[in-house]
C-alpha cells in the first residue's frame, strides 16, 4: 500500500477517534448537568448529597470546556454558582456568576444574560448584599421580557427569576437591610 494512503487512512482513524470522544465529552458533560441539576432539585439534601451535587457540577464543567461552546460554558457557571450558594459559599458563587456574565456579555449570549443576573442576584442575596441582588434580579426581569421564547421556556425562566426574588426578599426581611454587607461592585 502506498506511503500516502497509510497516512491518509492514519488520519481518517484519528479524526473518527477525536469525533468519538468528542461525543463522548458532550454526553457526560450532559449527563452529569442533568444529575447535578437532581440535586440542586432536591428538598433535603444531606452533607453527601451536596458533595455530590458539586461532583457531578464540576464534572459537567470539565467535559463543556474541553468540548463545549461558550454558551454551554456559561450555564455551565451559572450552575455551579447555583450549587455553591446551596452548599453556603455565597462568595466562590459571585465569582461564578460573575465569570458567567461576562462570558455572555463577551460572547453576545443574549438569549442566556437573564440567567446569568439571576444567579448573580442569588449569589449577592447569600452573600447578605440585598440591594445587588434586587437590582440584578430586576435587570433579569427585564431581559426575560425582552426575549421570544416558547411558553414552556418563559415558564421555566420564569419560575427561576420568581424563586430568586422570592429568595430576595425572604432573606432581606430576616437579616438586612441595616446590617447588608456592601460589597466593591456589581
Known amino acids: ?58 464534572t459537567s464543567m470539565y467535559h463543556w470546556r474541553l468540548v463545549g461552546s461558550p454558551r454551554q460554558i456559561a450555564i455551565g457557571e451559572w450552575q ?33 444574560v437573564h440567567s446569568a443576573n439571576e444567579g448573580l442576584a442569588r449569589a449577592y442575596a447569600a452573600n447578605g448584599e440585598y440591594r445587588k441582588a434586587q437590582k440584578r434580579i430586576s435587570l433579569a426581569k427585564s431581559q426575560l421580557g425582552k426575549l421570544k421564547l416558547t411558553a414552556e421556556d418563559r415558564k421555566v425562566y420564569g419560575d427561576q427569576i420568581s424563586e430568586t426574588a422570592s429568595l430576595i426578599r425572604s ?9 447588608e454587607r456592601q460589597g466593591t461592585s456589581d
Open 1 to 58: 500500500m502506498p506511503e500516502g494512503l497509510t497516512l491518509v487512512r492514519r488520519q481518517e482513524r484519528t479524526l473518527a477517534l477525536w469525533k468519538a470522544e468528542r461525543n463522548l465529552h458532550r454526553k457526560l458533560a450532559a449527563a452529569c448537568f442533568n444529575r447535578a441539576w437532581d440535586y440542586l432539585e432536591m428538598r433535603r439534601r444531606t452533607a453527601e448529597d451536596d458533595v455530590e451535587m458539586l461532583n457531578f457540577a464540576h
Open 80 to 112: 455551579l454558582s447555583r450549587a455553591y450558594v446551596e452548599v453556603g459559599f455565597p462568595k466562590l458563587a459571585i465569582q461564578l456568576a460573575k465569570s458567567c456574565l461576562d462570558r455572555c456579555t463577551a460572547n453576545d449570549l443574549s438569549d442566556i
Open 171 to 179: 432573606v432581606s426581611r430576616r437579616h438586612g437591610p441595616p446590617g
